[in-house]
T-cell receptor
Framework: GIQVEQSPPDLILQEGANSTLRCNFS?????LQWFHQNPWGQLINLFY???GTKQNGRLSATTVATERYSLLYISSSQTTDSGVYFC???????????FGTGTRLQVFP | GAVVSQHPSRVICKSGTSVKIECRSL??????MFWYRQFPKQSLMLMAT?????????EQGVEKDKFLINHASLTLSTLTVTSAHPEDSSFYIC???????????????FGPGTRLTVL
């Protein structure tokens, strides 16, 4: 099956800093999603981005499908951005979404 | 739109009992739903794919007789943990894929999760 790897595993930032989270995947994909898991466990959909670039406020994401990676950018980070960020991907001809190991982000005031 | 609910949000049960968890798509139809399990400080692991009107497909290593899945309608899938044991304690999360969009659209939406504790 498809392998999904995320880096870095942990990230500590001061409020106002920018960051880039990376997701590498091992096969062609028909789905690539970024999530933020809040302290109660709810997965918040950030981006559905099997290819291309999208922006939503301080967050943006880019997927380069031909090179099998996706990046999540967080600008002007806030303490409320803290939590675990997951990317997940599914291979062509399947709906099975495979999750990466996550990046744990801590933003301090 | 695209809201998925789960019930209960938290359940504590005695070893040997069975627990049913419901997953509902509130404002859309979903022919396909998915069940995941997450242990503390770990990622989500896909357990099974639930298809409306047919048998579920289980991932390797997941016991189908222990984790019974029923997808009786386009908005409801249930996961029953049978004869639960302490090692089944975990966070169970469902997701649903929108039906009716273009076949190339594959976004999934996740429920809030159910925290199961088996004593």
């Amino acid at each position: 099956g498809i392998q999904v790897e995320q880096s870095p595993p942990d990230l500590i930032l001061q409020e106002g800093a920018n960051s880039t989270l990376r997701c590498n995947f091992s096969d062609s994909v028909n789905n690539l999603q970024w999530f933020h898991q809040n302290p109660w466990g709810q997965l918040i959909n950030l981006f559905y981005i099997p290819s291309g670039t999208k922006q939503n406020g301080r967050l943006s994401a880019t997927t380069v499908a031909t090179e099998r990676y996706s990046l999540l950018y967080i600008s002007s980070s806030q303490t409320t951005d803290s939590g675990v960020y997951f990317c997940a991907a599914s291979r062509y001809n399947t709906d099975k979404l495979i999750f990466g190991t996550g990046t744990r982000l801590q933003v301090f005031p | 739109g695209a809201v998925v609910s789960q019930h209960p949000s938290r359940v504590i049960c005695k070893s040997g009992t069975s627990v049913k968890i419901e997953c509902r798509s509130l404002d859309f139809q979903a022919t396909t739903m998915f069940w995941y399990r997450q242990f503390p400080k770990q990622s989500l692991m896909l357990m099974a794919t639930s298809n409306e009107g047919s048998k579920a497909t289980y991932e390797q290593g997941v016991e189908k007789d222990k984790f019974l899945i029923n997808h009786a309608s386009l908005t409801l899938s249930t996961l029953t943990v049978t004869s639960a044991h302490p090692e089944d304690s975990s966070f169970y999360i469902c997701s649903a894929k929108l039906t009716g969009r273009a076949s190339s659209y594959n976004e999934q939406f996740f429920g809030p999760g159910t925290r199961l504790t088996v004593l």
